[in-house]
């Protein structure tokens, strides 16, 4: 299991509670928008936390490596980019889940517009041994 870390409010400067869970490097982290969850991305795994207590919530098992995640502006929808392309998109509170296809590329960040609307995703290019496309 990796650890990670969350901090207690800025001023203080210091780490508030370690998270166990994960079983690789945490590549992501989004706050909700109410600020009582977040969600961590690592391994092939999206995770939501309590933001008060640090005490885990769901997991969302993906097909490959979590890259990025990001909450919608309402907070019922996560997405969740992954190395394999896929950007999922996971209704909060149910198994409901929509893959979006993409590029056959990493999905390196995802932002949602202010309305929710729109989605927008950055894909890294994927180079083989010799740096070759």
């Known amino acids: 299991m990796t650890r990670s870390r969350i901090t207690a409010p800025v001023e203080t400067r210091t780490a508030d509670r370690t998270l166990i869970g994960h079983t690789s ?7 909700h928008p109410d600020g009582h969850l977040f969600a961590t991305g690592g391994d092939a795994t999206a995770r939501l936390w309590d933001a008060g207590t640090g005490e885990p919530g769901l997991v969302y098992t993906a097909d ?3 890259l990025s ?3 919608n502006p309402d907070g019922t929808t996560l997405a969740i980019g992954d190395w ?3 950007v999922a998109l996971w209704r909060l509170g ?3 889940v929509t893959t ?3 590029p056959d590329a990493p999905v390196q960040k995802l932002a949602f517009s202010p309305d ?7 894909y890294a290019e994927r180079l083989d041994g ?3 496309r």
């Open 25 to 31: 490097p945490v590549n992501a982290v989004a706050f």
């Open 64 to 66: 490959a490596h979590v």
């Open 69 to 71: 995640v990001a909450f």
């Open 84 to 86: 394999s392309g896929t």
């Open 94 to 96: 149910t198994d409901e």
């Open 100 to 102: 979006l296809a993409g």
């Open 116 to 122: 929710g609307g729109m989605l927008a995703a950055s």
């Open 130 to 132: 010799t740096g070759r």
